[in-house]
Every structure is written in structure tokens, then in C-alpha cells.
């Protein structure tokens, strides 16, 4: 399933179990070789199709020199150590991204929102948290081999014979990567714009963390490229970044519409206004988004002083008012 999306550019649909269906990875053909965004997801079939894909171009995985990772979420990197292995091919990411996929115990501050304390004071039960970080585990755990990773310190990079501006953005995680292309105008977005479906706002991991904002602002600051070719890492490549853009504010402003419709004027625990906004019968992995979800959009409300957090101090429980 490859296809060549624009001169040059090959896309790779590489299948993912779950609602996202499939992943692109992209391949950039240059006079000195190619380079590959993105490695997949570490499943049997996805491997398979990295093999025919290589064949159907005509190439040998050694003409690969170069793989970089948008950020550190498995169905992105899961594969780049197998692909390394049979190219050897440098591999290359932010240090954050790196440290957040391979060491995440070492790197998310225990006692955090993420974690058991702090998904406590949300109001998820202890096991329900039991049950997530067995999900998140198994979801999250990258396999051996591992690639060895040079860190993108660099603000351009050359893919493709063409010259790729390096554009950080959060949000989604902490240091994701999009490649812009300032000649022909064409953005590699990674996750942090995607054509359906609207990109996972992290988990917020403290109480004056604002994730959500953080995603807005690099959704700006991609708008302010003008890019008129996006190419994102799930979907279709599309052209209107501007009503993509003004689709997601809306959504994102509506969903802060709901929040405070279900909040009232008891202040409220997160979980409360979970329960009400999606049921009580959400799965836990569902819960986990919802609650991460939910968590980011009463932060940002609170870094504009529309809600204010208190700590009951008996049981640790966070409640939120409107101001
Ligand atoms: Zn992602």
C-alpha cells in the first residue's frame, strides 16, 4: 500500500488496531538515498508490508539512510529499531521524545496528575488505575531491538534532496516534530494536525500545566507557515489547513461549552463531570482519554481564571468551580 503523494514523496499505510485504523509513514527519495518519517507500529503485518513496499519501489532497505520519528508514541516508533537493523540507517528524534518513549518511569514525575496520586485526586478509583497502567504498559512498552537514536538538535534538515524546516510543537507530547518544506510550501504534520480525527491533548501532569493550550498555539503557529500541502501521519494528505484549524477551535470551544454546562455551581471533580459528559460505562482506556480530555480543558479554563482549583485536604480529591 504505497503511493507516491507528491514528487518524490511516497506514502507507506501501515495497518494500527484501534480507532486511528492505520498510520502513514512517509518515504522521501533523494539522490544519495531515502529517508523515512515515521516506522510503524512493532506488529508482524506491518513489518510484512515495510517488505513489500521496499520491493514494490524497486529499492533494498540499505537505500534507506535516514529514519526520523515524529515523536515517541509506539505506532511512530515501534518499528525503528527493526528498521535500523535492516537498513542501517540513522535514526534520529528530540531528546524528550526519546527519553518519554524508551524511560518513561524515569522521566513523568511520580505523584503527578499522570500517575497514582494524582489520577486519585481526579476521582478514578484505585483499580481503575490498577487496570490502566496494565493497559498503558502493554501499549506503550517498546520491544527490543531498540534503535540507537542520534537526538535532532538541528533547526533544518535535508530529506529528500529538499531542505525541511525543523517545527517543534506540544501539546499532543512534549517535543513533536513537523517538517515544513518553505519552497513548495508542504508540512509533515506527525499527530499534531490530523484531517478527521481531533489529536489526543497528554495528560496533564500538574495542576498548572495547560496542555491544551500548548496544542492550540502550535496549531497557530502552523497556520502561520501557510503550508498548502499537509501531510499528516493518519488520513488523507489534505490542502485546507485553514478550515482543518477553524474545525478544531470550534471543537475544542465546545467541548469547554459542555464542561461548564455540566459543572453548575457545586464545585465538581473531574471524574463527576467524566460521568456526565461521556456515562458512567466508558471502558478504562476510554476513561483514561476522557479524564485527560476533560482535565486539560478545566486547566486552561483555570490559567484564563474562569475556574478555580481546591484541594480538600481530607481526602486529596481536586475539585472545580467557576469563577
Ligand atoms: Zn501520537
Not at 41 to 68: H, M, N, R, V, Y
Not at 94 to 100: G, N
Not at 132 to 153: D, G, K, S, Y
Amino acid at each position: 500500500m504505497i503511493g507516491e503523494v507528491h514528487t518524490g514523496i511516497y506514502r507507506l499505510r501501515l495497518p494500527v488496531p484501534g480507532a486511528l485504523r492505520s498510520i502513514n509513514s512517509f518515504l522521501l527519495k533523494g539522490r544519495e538515498g531515502w529517508s523515512v518519517i515515521d516506522a510503524g507500529p512493532p506488529l508482524p503485518k506491518c513489518k510484512e508490508q515495510w517488505e513489500t513496499a521496499i520491493e514494490d519501489l524497486g529499492i533494498q532497505f540499505t537505500d534507506i539512510k535516514q529514519i526520523l520519528i515524529t515523536h515517541g508514541h509506539i505506532d511512530h516508533v515501534g518499528l525503528a529499531g527493526w528498521l535500523q537493523e535492516k537498513s542501517g540507517a540513522k535514526v534520529i528524534m528530540t531528546e524528550d521524545e526519546y527519553k518519554q518513549a524508551f524511560y518513561p518511569d524515569e522521566t513523568e514525575q511520580v505523584g503527578s496528575l499522570y500517575y497514582q496520586d494524582g489520577m486519585l485526586s481526579l476521582g478514578i478509583k484505585a483499580e481503575e488505575i490498577e487496570q490502566m497502567t496494565a493497559i498503558l504498559r502493554f501499549a506503550t512498552v517498546i520491544p527490543e531491538p531498540w534503535p540507537e537514536v542520534q537526538f535532532l538538535e538541528e533547526k533544518s534538515i535535508e530529506f529528500g534532496d529538499r531542505p525541511w524546516e525543523v517545527v517543534l510543537t506540544t501539546g499532543h507530547t512534549n517535543a513533536h516534530v513537523c517538517l515544513f518544506n518553505r519552497e513548495d510550501r508542504l508540512l509533515l504534520s506527525g499527530d499534531q494536525i490530523l484531517p478527521t480525527i481531533s489529536t489526543v491533548i497528554r495528560f496533564p501532569t500538574r495542576v498548572d500545566d495547560n496542555p491544551l493550550e500548548q496544542y492550540l498555539d502550535s496549531l497557530n503557529r502552523l497556520l502561520q507557515l501557510n503550508p498548502a500541502w499537509i501531510m499528516p501521519a493518519h488520513g488523507e494528505p489534505f490542502d485546507d489547513l485553514d478550515a482543518r484549524i477553524d474545525q478544531l477551535y470550534k471543537h475544542h470551544e465546545e467541548r469547554l461549552g459542555l464542561i461548564k454546562s455540566c459543572m453548575g455551581n457545586e464545585p465538581r471533580i473531574v471524574r463527576a463531570i467524566v460521568n456526565e459528559l461521556f456515562g458512567s460505562g466508558l471502558d478504562v482506556f476510554n476513561l483514561f482519554l476522557a479524564t485527560g480530555e476533560v482535565t486539560a480543558h478545566l486547566l486552561m479554563m483555570a490559567s484564563q481564571g474562569q475556574v478555580q482549583i481546591d484541594r480538600d485536604p481530607n481526602n486529596n480529591q481536586l475539585y472545580f468551580s467557576l469563577v
